[in-house]
């Protein structure tokens, strides 16, 4: 007789996707698109954040009512949900996503794979966050070039503690998408991938939207452009950002 090994079970694949989606526009959705496509993800999960500590000044929209239009943005994606993690803690704390990692770990278990997709100003600013250098060893982090942001300014700028050892260059192609691949490195020697899209360039953010929306400019048929029909039908509901 001999012991039956068991099957490993193949890992999920979710990542998480912090922001204030002030509003949720389609640079988000078409990120969240390349990563799901190019890594394989199994979902990805929006999630709107209650007090980001790096803007002070907090979001224009209440947090309802960004986790409502993020809702509408992803409604057609059935690999995409929101997920309230990052919501405003009770204490009044910021959200650091260094520990709103570890609760998803907690709440997902081993069997999951955690991947954190931003954009490259976030990326830029990670010095910046709390814990940063633990973070890429939290979840794998995934970069997707924003207009105007550097990509060879990416490596140079990691947090203190963090080397890039290697990288994939020219990128690859991963189910379609370019990508390239780093190791980063701590002080401890412990290795962690990331993953960076080099090719994506949404001209969009959501600083845009608010001024269009609070200068009057933004006809219908402009606003669609920039966010899902179901978000500009919110924003014209709700008067948002006017
Ligand atoms: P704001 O203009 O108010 O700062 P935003 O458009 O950057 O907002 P956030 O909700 O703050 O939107 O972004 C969440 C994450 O999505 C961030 O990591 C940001 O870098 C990334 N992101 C947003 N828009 C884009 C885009 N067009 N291309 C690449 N990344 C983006």
């Known amino acids: 007789m001999h012991n039956a090994v068991p099957t490993p079970r193949p890992a999920r694949r979710i990542a998480f996707f912090g922001g204030s989606f002030d509003p949720p526009h389609r640079g988000h959705l078409a990120i969240a698109h390349a990563a799901q496509r190019a890594l394989a993800l199994d979902r990805v999960l929006f999630a709107p954040v209650g007090t980001q500590p790096l803007k002070p000044e907090g979001s224009s929209a209440s947090f309802a009512q960004r986790v409502a239009m993020t809702q509408l943005a992803i409604a057609d994606d059935q690999d995409f949900a929101v997920s309230l993690v990052d919501a405003p803690s009770a204490s009044g704390r910021p959200n650091y996503t260094i520990d709103t990692l570890a609760q998803l770990h907690a709440e997902l278990g081993p069997e999951t794979e955690l ?3 931003m954009g490259m100003d976030s990326f830029l600013n990670l010095p910046l966050w709390h814990r940063a250098a633990a973070l ?14 550097s990509l060879d300014a990416a490596m140079s700028h990691l947090p203190d503690g963090l080397t890039a050892e290697t990288s994939t260059l020219p990128a690859s192609t991963l189910h379609g998408i370019a990508v390239l691949q780093y190791t980063l490195r701590n002080t401890h020697g412990q290795r962690a991938p990331l993953y960076l899209l080099p090719s994506l360039y949404v001209e969009i953010s959501a600083t845009e939207i608010r001024s269009l929306l609070l200068g009057g400019g933004a006809s219908e048929k402009r606003l669609k452009t920039l966010v899902p029909p179901a978000v500009a039908d919110y924003l014209k509901e709700h008067g948002l950002y006017q």
Request: aromatic share 12%; proline share 12%.
């Open 115 to 117: 991947f954190c997709l």
């Open 136 to 149: 890429p060893f939290a979840a794998t982090l995934v970069v997707a070039a924003r207009p105007g942001e």
